[in-house]
């Protein structure tokens, strides 16, 4: 009985430790994926060492279906200032892989700060310190 007990407690950790391991590969790639991304702006195009993200939210949509399994959006602001919305749909090629379609939408402020709503740190790394009933030490 203990040793039922024991086997059952180490495959529960071997499968949390793989469902870890597979959330920072995936992490890796969307992040590496939105490293070549260009930004629209009024002088031409900016590139993502000129932008800096604000909020990440990332949406899990299905490990098992033919659709994207993941959706990401990420606000980030640009010099100017200049505020974005890069969304990210995973596409599969085949059954085991595929590759994040990023595609990068100007936003105004207000968007920005609906969007950003409820998130007081994002509020700020967006728009400084003059944020509406947010105090800062």
């Known amino acids: 009985m203990v040793y039922a007990f024991l086997a059952s407690v180490l495959i529960f950790a071997a499968v949390v430790m793989l469902h870890v391991q597979h959330s920072r590969v995936g992490d890796r790639l969307l992040q590496r994926s939105f490293e070549g991304l ?15 993200v604000v909020k990440r939210v990332t949406h899990e949509v299905s490990r098992h279906s033919d659709h994207a399994p993941l959706a990401a ?22 059954w085991r892989s595929g590759r994040y379609q990023w595609v990068v939408r100007p936003i ?13 740190d994002a509020l700020h790394a967006a728009f400084g ?6 105090l800062r030490a």
């Open 108 to 120: 105004d402020e207000e968007r920005m700060r609906g969007a950003l709503g409820g998130d007081p």
């Open 38 to 52: 260009r930004f629209p702006a009024g002088t031409g195009t900016l590139r993502v060492d000129e932008i800096t």
């Open 73 to 94: 959006f990420w606000y980030c602001v640009g010099p100017g200032p200049n505020y974005y919305v890069a969304v990210a749909e995973y596409q599969r090629n085949g």
């Open 129 to 134: 310190d003059h944020v509406e009933g947010v």
